[in-house]
T-cell receptor, first 115, second 111 residues
C-alpha cells in the first residue's frame, strides 16, 4: 500500500514569491493534516480536514496561507507571498479515525527555503 | 496554555542498555498519548499509542507508561541498538482528535 505522498520534496524561492505543496493521502483516509516543522521542533498543526471540510484551521495564518482539499482526497497548501520566516518543513499526514485517537501516517515532507 | 516538555538534550547510551525518554505535559488532560520516531529528513513514524485508562503498553522492545497523576509518560527501549538512534516525539492528544507534538528527544546509541 502506498504511503502519504508529498511534492515537491524541496523548494527554494525568493521572498514574496508564491509556493504550493501537494499531498496525496493514503487511500481511504478521511482525515488529512498539514503540519509545519521548524528545525529542532515538533510538528505544529496548521489545518485539519475531515473529508473536504476544514474542521480546525485556527493555527493557519490566513493572510498568506491557504489550503484546499477538493473531493476529499488530495490537498494543496499555498503560501502567497512567502516570507523568510516561512522556511521550514511542511508535513502532510492522514489517518483513518474520525473524532477519536488514531495513528497519523506522515509523508516525507516538503522542505521550503525562502531566500 | 498547553505545554509539552521532552528532554531537550540528546540522550547518549551504549548499545544493549535501556534508553528511557521522558514526556511531561501541563495545562491539559490528554485522553491518549502517542510516541513517534523521526529520522533526519524523514516524516515521523508512529510507534505506540497509550490511552488514559492504561498504565503501560508494550511492543517488542518498546514500553510506554502513562501516569495521569504525574502528567508524565515514559518511553523505554530495551536492548538498544545503533539503529534505534533517532528523534523520538511525544504527542498527547485530546478528544476531538487534537494531537500536539513535543519538540522531541534525540537518542544516540553507540556500538
Amino acid at each position: 500500500e502506498a504511503g502519504v505522498v508529498q511534492s515537491p520534496r524541496y523548494k527554494i524561492i525568493e521572498k514574496k514569491q508564491p509556493v504550493a505543496f501537494w499531498c496525496n493521502p493514503i487511500s481511504g483516509h478521511n482525515t488529512l493534516y498539514w503540519y509545519l516543522q521548524n528545525l529542532g521542533q515538533g510538528p505544529e498543526l496548521l489545518i485539519r480536514y475531515e473529508n473536504e471540510e476544514a474542521v480546525d484551521d485556527s493555527q493557519l495564518p490566513k493572510d498568506r496561507f491557504s489550503a484546499e482539499r477538493l473531493k476529499g482526497v488530495d490537498s494543496t497548501l499555498k503560501i502567497q507571498p512567502a516570507e523568510l520566516g516561512d522556511s521550514a518543513v511542511y508535513l502532510c499526514a492522514s489517518s483513518l479515525s474520525r473524532g477519536h485517537a488514531g495513528e497519523l501516517f506522515f509523508g516525507e515532507g516538503s522542505r521550503l527555503t525562502v531566500l | 496554555s498547553q505545554k509539552i516538555e521532552q528532554n531537550s538534550e540528546a540522550l547518549n547510551i551504549q548499545e544493549g542498555k535501556t534508553a528511557t525518554l521522558t514526556c511531561n505535559y501541563t495545562n491539559y488532560s490528554p485522553a491518549y498519548l502517542q510516541w513517534y520516531r523521526q529520522d533526519p529528513g524523514r516524516g515521523p513514524v508512529f510507534l505506540l499509542l497509550i490511552r488514559e485508562n492504561e498504565k503501560e503498553k508494550r511492543k517488542e522492545r518498546l514500553k510506554v507508561t502513562f501516569d495521569t497523576t504525574l502528567k508524565q509518560s515514559l518511553f523505554h527501549i530495551t536492548a538498544s541498538q545503533p539503529a534505534d538512534s533517532a528523534t523520538y516525539l511525544c504527542a498527547p492528544g485530546t478528544g476531538g482528535f487534537k494531537t500536539i507534538f513535543g519538540a522531541g528527544t534525540r537518542l544516540f546509541v553507540k556500538a
